[in-house]
């Protein structure tokens, strides 16, 4: 709590020290846990020989400090807040600590804590110098032996990383497992887990032939709900290999689930760490998205053990490195799973709704910072979503093979070290034989880039002159900004044929499809023997994560929307299309005018209901509208009740239009087959559900009875969620109440269901919603303490525009209650909780005040530097 400081890149020194061994011993206690390390330690050959040891520590008492053998005395060390410092040292030794430390009292949930009564770590980013004194720093990678004490009753279960190599009986009802870890490893990667588990046993032959067992632990009353993400992992595995020729290198695979954690899942060596809800999923528990998200996330911690800890960050900084490239491998593996197209629209949907806005916010900052106070609050959008965007901008720039190559080089080349992005990108030049020096700009500049784009079709000499001109705002202590290299997919879509033109460029002839490099602020490029009058499909696959502007018009749309051969690129098309409709209900709405709904949107819906759907889940992202979010992105100021407004009025006037085509669509994708969450379900129960949710917004009888049926049927959590959602975002309490009661009473016994609870009723439209979140905060199934409950209401509460943004302020007190609240217990959750509080420059003045004056009373508090980091920007 005293004066937080700044780390910057540019004072990267590598270690004086390397620890070559650690070995540990945890004598394990709820409220004094013993831990005695062991290290052996060596100067690099780099440093001078009178360099200070110094060791990171937070929260410890120490008990003893030895250096081969000999105690050191109380003035041959200094010991401080943030660790100890030891002037000299040998330039080899073996250093000794112990340490105590209290992992009931630990709500911070960093370090050793307990969870439901289990002790688990989390390490990452710097939670392991709350554990023992240590160079806490991903560049010290040591080989671990860990010796887990606890009682043989309250935790039955001892796990760390790497293999098990010894265990047995201790006096007292004690007990002790020894784990050992071959691989070199940063502290990060470090767990252990002590507590009542039970498991699932599986097992994964590799591709060369070796047996690996996959275990699965979890409370009793979970193991149904470990199929679905057993099964992932095998998929993961054999996808890891195939794709990137990358075998598991331990016989032992372990995930745990743990009820309070702060993020979605951790990447320890052997030992993966999961968020209980990114892990558990049963079909009368978890919908189609979690099902998918289960998935994804076991895959990404599963590929984490190439891209992140057999190859790993030098330092924080390039934290991006090990995120951005495993967020890309794990949306590939997603997309090969399930539909490739939804799942870039559903990507591409969240990254320019909540990446976007962060890079339009005081919070804005590069692919890779430059500074930072804490480092957790760079675990954000930016370093993993927009790091995943370059490298599949790297991938489509040297093409797969080059890429695959690039992978390759870089795994045998770093292999058991940590490295930067240079050296990762360094190896697909190499591999790829391109420049990638102004490519590189992507990792230093923050901000969205923005295209405006002209074309013009010469009917004379049948050319296509395609202008573009890019510019990137200034971010916070970022003006000036240089022009990237963009890789713009495109194609020609001529008007009379609907088809895609054979594209030829300065002489070249590029085929229907190619890729251009905006490289300056300005080029054009002119394409020749065009046939016929073209509209230009750019971006396609959203190629770069940019801005693009286009004069398109609503007919040009409505054109790309049935006629563009990129599937991403038709849904884009009707997201444009839907907006310029709702910019002028926006407008009208603003200025007290009759809203009119343009009937070339209704005309568009009817042609996509009234075609066989190639994929029944394209058709249901085509037919969802842009969300309140995504359109108040758009808007110069946020509007949030105009916005609102516009939004039910299109979803109001296409369900009174298209009501027969809604309710056919529903009738034909009604199933009592048994629920798998396989693609093809999944895409008809979504297209099911998008017509429902159409025809529940008029709320006529039939839709009421539909929805109120399909609740009552309890199929599976996709369609019963859904249906309570409607009931309860509908403006019929006689609905609503009801169904919320039978789901509360239901459920009570299972947290993840309490959770979906909690969210659902705290994100309808209506005003009381302040309210029933006051009142839920005292429900006995809520709890501040743990984060996944945190999000489940007050994140939810606080992504409610209508509600959170009330002209009284009282949504925004609320929420600056909780956050100084948890500043004292979770300050990584704290901090991430304020985010929407940060970007009161959207709104207008009314609101601004309001919001930045909860910004001043938090920063008025004793602040974690968590909170203060956040809060110091969003007033900057
Ligand atoms: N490396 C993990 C994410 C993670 C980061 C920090 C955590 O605690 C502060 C926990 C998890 C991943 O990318 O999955
Ligand atoms: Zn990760």
Excluded at 128 to 134: C, H, K, S
Excluded at 499 to 523: N, P, S, W
Aim: hydrophobic share 40%; charged share 25%.
């Amino acid at each position: 709590m005293s004066d937080p400081q700044p780390v910057y890149l540019s004072d990267y020194q590598p270690p004086a020290y390397r620890v070559t061994h650690t070995e540990l011993t945890f004598d394990l206690d709820p409220a004094a846990t013993r831990v005695k390390a062991r290290l052996q330690i060596e100067r690099q050959a780099s440093a001078n020989a009178d360099e200070p040891l110094k060791l990171d520590g937070e929260q410890l008492t120490l008990d003893a400090l030895l250096i081969d053998g000999s105690p050191l005395a109380d003035n041959d060390y200094q010991l401080s807040e943030k660790g100890l410092r030891i002037e000299r040292v040998p330039a080899r030794f073996t250093l000794e600590s112990e340490v105590q430390l209290s992992p009931k009292d630990n709500t911070a949930l960093e370090g050793l804590y307990q969870s439901n009564g289990m002790f688990c770590t989390q390490c990452e980013a710097e939670g392991f110098r709350r554990i023992t004194f240590y160079p806490d720093r991903p560049d010290v990678m040591s080989t671990f032996k860990v010796t887990v004490i606890g009682d043989r009753e309250r935790e039955p279960v001892l796990l760390a990383n790497g293999n098990p190599i010894e265990q047995g009986d201790l006096e007292n009802g004690r007990h002790f497992a020894v784990w050992e870890d071959p691989h070199p490893k940063p502290c990060y990667l470090f767990a252990l887990v002590a507590g009542d588990l039970h498991k699932v046993e599986d097992h994964f032959t590799t591709q060369s032939g070796r047996d690996v067992t996959l275990q699965l632990w979890v409370e009793e009353e979970n193991l149904q709900k470990t199929d679905h993400a057993m099964g992932s992992l095998k998929r993961a595995m054999a996808w890891d290999e195939q794709a990137y020729g990358r075998e598991y290198d331990l016989d032992l695979f372990m995930i745990v689930a743990v009820n309070d954690f702060n993020m979605g899942a951790m990447e320890n060596k052997g030992l993966n760490i999961f968020n209980s809800a990114a892990v558990l999923a049963h079909p009368d528990t978890a919908t189609d998205g979690a099902f998918q998200t289960v998935e994804g996330i076991v895959a990404h911690e599963y590929f984490h053990n190439w891209s992140g800890n057999r190859v790993t960050c030098r330092d924080w900084f390039q934290l991006s490195l090990k995120e951005g490239f495993t967020v890309f491998r794990d949306q590939c593996f997603s997309a090969e799973t399930n539909s490739a197209p939804v799942k870039r629209i559903q990507d591409v949907s969240f990254f320019r709704t909540a990446q976007f806005a962060e890079d339009a916010g005081p919070t804005a900052h590069p692919v890779r910072p430059d500074h930072y106070i804490e480092i957790t609050n760079f675990y954000t959008l930016t370093i993993y979503e927009k790091g995943a965007e370059i490298v599949r901008m790297l991938c489509n720039l040297v093409g797969w093979d080059a890429f695959r190559q690039g992978a390759d080089r870089y795994f045998a080349r770093f292999d058991g070290q940590a490295v930067t992005i240079e050296d990762f990108v360094d190896c697909m030049a190499e591999a790829s034989g391109l420049d990638l020096s102004q490519f590189m700009r992507w990792y230093s500049q923050a901000g969205t880039p923005e295209i405006d784009a002209h074309g013009e079709y010469d009917y004379a000499h049948g050319e296509y002159h395609l202008t573009l001109r890019q510019r990137t705002p200034a971010t916070p202590g970022q003006v000036d900004k240089d022009p990237l290299h963009i890789p713009i997919a495109m194609g020609l879509v001529g008007t009379k044929s609907g088809q895609d033109l054979a594209l030829t460029l300065e002489g070249e002839k590029l085929g229907k499809e190619t890729v251009i490099h905006l490289r300056d602020d300005e080029q054009t490029f002119v394409f020749t023997d065009v046939a016929e009058a073209p509209v230009p499909s750019l971006l396609r696959n959203f190629s770069a994560p940019v801005k693009l502007h286009f004069p398109y018009s609503r007919e040009d749309l409505a054109f790309l929307l049935t006629q563009d051969s990129d599937g991403f690129n038709r849904w884009d098309a009707g997201q444009r299309l839907a907006m310029l409709a709702l910019d002028d209900l926006i407008a009208a709405h603003r200025n007290g005018v009759e809203k009119v709904m343009d009937s070339r949107v209704v005309e568009a819906f009817r042609t996509l209901l009234s075609n066989t759907p190639s994929d029944k889940a394209v058709l249901a992202e085509m037919l969802t509208l842009p969300s309140e979010a995504y359109i108040a992105e758009q808007q110069p100021i946020v509007d949030v009740d105009a916005i609102h407004a516009a939004r039910e009025f299109v979803r109001q006037s296409l369900a009174m239009a298209l009501r027969d085509e809604f309710m056919a669509a529903f009738e034909a994708n009604r199933s009592s087959e048994p629920y798998a969450p396989t693609p093809e379900q999944i895409a008809q129960r979504s297209l099911k559900n998008v017509a429902l949710s159409y025809l529940m917004s008029i709320e006529d009888e039939q839709g009421v009875a539909l929805c109120e049926g399909q609740f009552a049927a309890n199929h599976n959590m996709t369609d019963v969620r859904h249906a309570l959602t409607l009931l309860v975002h509908s403006d019929r309490d006689d609905l609503a109440t009801p169904a919320l009661k039978t789901f509360g009473e239901k459920w009570a016994h299972d947290p993840l269901v309490m959770d979906q609870w909690f969210t659902v009723q705290v994100s309808r439209p209506q005003p009381d919603v302040l309210d029933r979140v006051k009142y839920l905060m005292a429900h006995p199934a809520f709890s501040l303490k743990n984060p996944n409950r945190v999000r489940a209401l007050i994140g939810a509460f606080a992504q409610n525009r209508v509600n959170f943004h009330r002209l009284d302020g009282q949504g925004y007190a609320l929420l600056a209650d909780v956050v100084i609240e948890l500043n004292r217990l979770n300050p990584e959750i704290a901090a991430r909780l304020i985010t929407p509080l940060t970007r009161w420059q959207r709104f207008d003045e009314t609101r601004q005040d309001l919001m930045r004056s909860e910004l001043e009373r938090i920063q008025r508090e004793p602040l974690s530097s968590n909170v203060y980091e956040v809060v110091e920007k969003a007033l900057a």
